[in-house]
């Protein structure tokens, strides 16, 4: 990973050669917006009824803290450990892929720190000439970025608050982390509305745990 300023050009051109789709083991996060993305697609085209069936079908879950964080990776499939959506050397959900997908080579850093560029496939890196800031433009849309500035305040309170659960009321606690944070959306409605209520109602619950 290389950082990168706003204004710096780097060349690329996408091959659709799938090689970053694949050697993805647990390193294709999926944040609540895009598995919202992606259910709402796959449930217009009959493959899911709902984000359980996302997280079931697609997803690894990886405890990212011990506190009990748990964040989702893309399923991985075959002898070269290929996204579960690579078909045919092309992504199958290329309209709702996910953000670190959609950014690609382009890093967004959530810590407001400089975006980073992948150079682990140098064969990209020929053809037009790029902004960075174009780029990041381009594809971290509006939604990406209200949504990335919420997470970053709401993440680290979260993580707080599951350190603090007694032992005993951790069975009860992980649940209500997964439910309010995945899986408590209405298709039908915005995300951002409901990720905004869904997490008033974690916070509030976990204080309730730890006698807050
Ligand atoms: S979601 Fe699509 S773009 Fe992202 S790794 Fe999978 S196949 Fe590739």
């Given at each position: 990973m290389v950082p990168m300023v706003?204004?710096?050009k780097f060349a690329f051109q996408c091959k659709r050669c799938g090689a970053c789709c694949r050697h993805v083991r647990e390193s294709v996060p999926l944040e609540s917006l895009d598995i919202y993305r992606i259910a709402k697609y796959l449930k217009k085209k009959g493959q899911v009824s709902d984000i359980e069936g996302v997280l079931q079908q697609f997803t690894v879950p990886v405890l990212l803290n011990a506190c009990g964080y748990i964040v989702f990776t893309l399923k991985?499939?075959?002898?070269?450990?290929?996204?579960?959506?690579?078909?045919?050397?092309?992504?199958s959900i290329h309209e709702v892929n996910p953000r670190a997908c959609r950014t690609y080579p382009i890093e967004i850093n959530p810590g407001?720190?400089?975006p980073l560029?992948?150079?682990?496939?140098?064969?990209?890196?020929?053809?037009?000439?790029r902004t960075v800031d174009r780029w990041v433009k381009k594809y971290f849309t509006k939604e990406d970025q209200v949504f990335l500035q919420c997470e970053v305040e709401v993440v680290l309170r979260i993580a707080k608050l599951l350190k603090q659960i007694p032992e005993n009321e951790k069975v009860h606690a992980l649940p209500l982390f997964l439910y309010y944070?995945?899986?408590?959306?209405?298709?039908?409605?915005?995300f951002m509305e409901q990720y905004r209520e869904n997490n008033g109602r974690l916070l509030t619950v976990l204080e309730k745990m730890i006698g807050k």
């Amino acid at each position: 990973m290389v950082p990168m300023v706003p204004k710096q050009k780097f060349a690329f051109q996408c091959k659709r050669c799938g090689a970053c789709c694949r050697h993805v083991r647990e390193s294709v996060p999926l944040e609540s917006l895009d598995i919202y993305r992606i259910a709402k697609y796959l449930k217009k085209k009959g493959q899911v009824s709902d984000i359980e069936g996302v997280l079931q079908q697609f997803t690894v879950p990886v405890l990212l803290n011990a506190c009990g964080y748990i964040v989702f990776t893309l399923k991985v499939t075959g002898p070269e450990d290929s996204c579960i959506f690579l078909q045919d050397g092309r992504c199958s959900i290329h309209e709702v892929n996910p953000r670190a997908c959609r950014t690609y080579p382009i890093e967004i850093n959530p810590g407001g720190l400089e975006p980073l560029l992948c150079v682990d496939y140098p064969h990209h890196f020929t053809g037009p000439q790029r902004t960075v800031d174009r780029w990041v433009k381009k594809y971290f849309t509006k939604e990406d970025q209200v949504f990335l500035q919420c997470e970053v305040e709401v993440v680290l309170r979260i993580a707080k608050l599951l350190k603090q659960i007694p032992e005993n009321e951790k069975v009860h606690a992980l649940p209500l982390f997964l439910y309010y944070k995945y899986t408590a959306f209405d298709l039908d409605r915005p995300f951002m509305e409901q990720y905004r209520e869904n997490n008033g109602r974690l916070l509030t619950v976990l204080e309730k745990m730890i006698g807050k």
